[in-house]
């Protein structure tokens, strides 16, 4: 047989060149958590609706990128989810290409933030007025000394001293704000539960759009409802926007109206005497929107343990966010493109 094998012609084999592997881009390695998340979004209404949601946004960061948006967080009263809910906001936010965003704590007391964040950065926003002067010139690389990274959420916490907190001036907030506008395309910021605190007063008028967060219960609602209609009278307009007292009443208390929306926050918690959400926007139609955020016993403990990332955040509450920023974003957007 070799000897048949010898007398046979030898088959050419065609050369090939082998590929460069290296000169091949590097592919993008996307977690399992996330591929699964985005094919059952795909396939349930929940998660085609944030499939919109998520449109909206990206559409409205892109017609603000160039400018810087505020979004005041607010409440009558304590225990509601503003901090929680700033935070949250923040961190599903800064998912989005575009979007840069900042958590600023005005609070007339003192801070609570750092309760969430874990090992916060011991500077405060007062350290940063102190050195703004070098953050001016220097830029966002000096500004980071300041900055405590809530995973991937910049945050910008109060002092915890009530001593250092009253020496601080709606003028020292708004220096600070102009600072960020720079860096920064949307501020979020997590006031405290007065209205008529100077701080939180400069806070309602800075910010282009309010977020007034209630807990699901009577006893928290009725006074939440109570400052909206506080908010879209003719006394604080007169008072505290003078240049729009020239406009007819009711045309004055639709604006004010419109610069609001209500979170109803922890819907769904089992409280003694929850109240009737359909009642609620009855109560308020003007507003830009009424919004329920999910009660999540999850979330709850992975805030306590200074735990929750953006991958981590239950679903149900991740929707919920982004069904809020939807609605603010895109009346924001709306309004600066006519603008």
């Not at 929940?46 to 949601?53: L, N, S």
């Not at 609570?112 to 011991?122: E, F, I, T």
């Not at 139609?285 to 016993?297: M, W």
Request: aromatic residues 6%; charged residues 25%; glycine residues 8%.
């Amino acid at each position: 047989s070799s000897g048949l094998a010898q007398g046979l012609p030898k088959r050419k084999h065609p050369t090939r060149e082998l590929p460069d592997l290296r000169a091949r881009p590097p592919r993008r390695r996307v977690p399992w958590e996330r591929r699964a998340r985005t094919w059952l979004r795909d396939r349930t209404s929940a998660g085609r609706e944030e499939g919109v949601h998520d449109g909206l946004i990206g559409s409205a960061i892109r017609q603000v990128s160039d400018c810087s948006v505020v979004l005041a967080t607010i409440s009558s009263k304590g225990g509601t989810g503003k901090s929680t809910f700033s935070l949250t906001e923040g961190l599903v936010l800064s998912q989005y290409p575009l979007a840069r965003p900042v958590v600023v704590e005005v609070n007339p007391d003192w801070g609570n933030l750092r309760q969430h964040l874990g090992d916060a950065n011991p500077r405060t926003l007062v350290d940063l007025l102190e050195n703004i002067h070098t953050v001016e010139a220097r830029g966002l690389g000096k500004l980071q000394e300041f900055v405590t990274m809530w995973d991937s959420v910049p945050v910008i916490t109060a002092p915890l001293s009530p001593s250092q907190m009253r020496e601080l001036t709606p003028r020292d907030y708004d220096r600070l704000l102009g600072l960020l506008r720079v860096h920064y395309n949307v501020v979020i910021l997590d006031c405290g539960t007065s209205f008529t605190n100077p701080l939180n007063q400069w806070a309602i008028q800075a910010a282009g759009h309010i977020q007034l967060v209630g807990w699901p219960e009577a006893a928290t609602m009725e006074p939440l409802i109570q400052a909206i209609d506080y908010l879209a009278s003719e006394v604080y307009t007169v008072d505290y926007r003078g240049e729009l007292a020239e406009i007819d009443r009711v045309e004055m208390r639709s604006l004010a109206m419109a610069d609001m929306t209500l979170i109803i926050n922890g819907a769904g918690s089992g409280s003694v005497n929850p109240i009737d959400t359909g009642r609620i926007r009855g109560l308020v139609p003007e507003l830009a929107g009424v919004l329920e955020v999910p009660y999540s016993e999850p979330l709850r403990r992975m805030l306590a343990d200074s735990a929750l990332t953006l991958e981590l955040m239950p679903t149900p509450y991740r929707r919920a966010v982004k069904r809020v920023l939807a609605t603010v974003l895109t009346k924001l957007a709306h309004e600066e493109t006519a603008g």
